[in-house]
C-alpha cells in the first residue's frame, strides 16, 4: 500500500482480556518496528522484524507482550491479560533495509489507541 | 546509553512569529543520526529530516531550518513565519548507525506547537 495502514484505530478492551494490533507495512519494506506512545513513558521502541531474522524483542515490557509478522508482510502484536497500564498509542513503522545510503527513518503508521478499562 | 532531551513542554505563539524548538542529546557512538518529526493531531508522526553526525551543515527547507552543532550536542529546529498548520507535537530522535539490525530511535518526550490565528 502507499503508507503503514493499522488496525483498528480505536480500540477499548476490559482489563484481563487479550487484545490484537494489527500492522500492513508499506510494501517492499522489509524491516518493521512497533513502539509505544504513552503519557508517562514517550515513544518506546517494542520489537523489530527485519526479513527472515530472528526479531529483536529487547523492548518488550513483559511476558504479556507478543508479535508476529506473517511472510515478510503484515505484523500482528497481542498483549494477554491486558492491564491498565497497557493503555497507550501503539505505532507501527516500516523502512526498506538501510543500504550504502545510511539510514533515512521510517514511516509510522497512524497508530492504534488502545484504552483498557 | 542514549537520551534526547526536548525542554520546551509546551509552546504557543501568534501566527507569523518564528520560533524555536530545542534538541539535546546524549551518545557515546561517533556515528548516528538525528531525526525531527511531526505529530499532527492526526497522530502519524511524519517524518521531517535525518541528519547524519558527520554532517553539521545546517540545513534550510522552505520555512523550516535545522542548525546542528556537535559542540553543544544540539540539534535544534526552527520555523520561520509559523502557520496555524505548524501545530502538532514536534519530537527530536536519536539512532546510532548500525550496519544491519535494528535501527532503534531514542525519542525526546516532544514539544506541543500551537500556533494561534
Do not use: M
Request: aromatic letters at 12%; hydrophobic letters at 30%.
Amino acid at each position: 500500500g502507499a503508507g503503514v495502514s493499522q488496525s483498528p484505530s480505536n480500540k477499548v478492551t476490559e482489563k484481563g482480556k487479550d487484545v490484537e494490533l494489527r500492522c500492513d507495512p508499506i510494501s517492499g519494506h522489509t524491516a518493521l518496528y512497533w513502539y509505544r506512545q504513552s503519557l508517562g513513558q514517550g515513544l518506546e521502541f517494542l520489537i523489530y522484524f527485519q526479513g527472515n531474522s530472528a526479531p529483536d524483542k529487547s523492548g518488550l515490557p513483559s511476558d504479556r507482550f507478543s508479535a508476529e509478522r506473517t511472510g515478510g508482510s503484515v505484523s500482528t502484536l497481542t498483549i494477554q491479560r491486558t492491564q491498565q497500564e497497557d493503555s497507550a498509542v501503539y505505532l507501527c513503522a516500516s523502512s526498506p533495509e538501510g543500504g550504502t545510503g545510511g539510514f533515512y527513518g521510517y514511516t509510522f503508521g497512524s497508530g492504534t489507541r488502545l484504552t483498557v478499562v | 546509553a542514549q537520551k534526547v532531551t526536548q525542554a520546551q513542554t509546551e509552546i504557543s505563539v501568534v501566527e507569523k512569529e518564528d520560533v524555536t524548538l530545542d534538541c539535546v542529546y546524549e551518545t557515546r557512538d561517533t556515528t548516528y543520526y538525528l531525526f525531527w518529526y511531526k505529530q499532527p493531531p492526526s497522530g502519524e508522526l511524519v517524518f521531517l529530516i535525518r541528519r547524519n553526525s558527520f554532517d553539521e551543515q545546517n540545513e534550510i527547507s522552505g520555512r523550516y531550518s535545522w542548525n546542528f552543532q556537535k559542540s553543544t550536542s544540539s540539534f535544534n529546529f526552527t520555523i520561520t513565519a509559523s502557520q496555524v498548520v505548524d501545530s502538532a507535537v514536534y519530537f527530536c530522535a536519536l539512532s546510532e548507525a548500525r550496519i544491519q539490525g535494528a535501527q532503534k530511535l531514542v525519542f525526546g518526550q516532544g514539544t506541543r506547537l500551537t500556533i494561534n490565528p
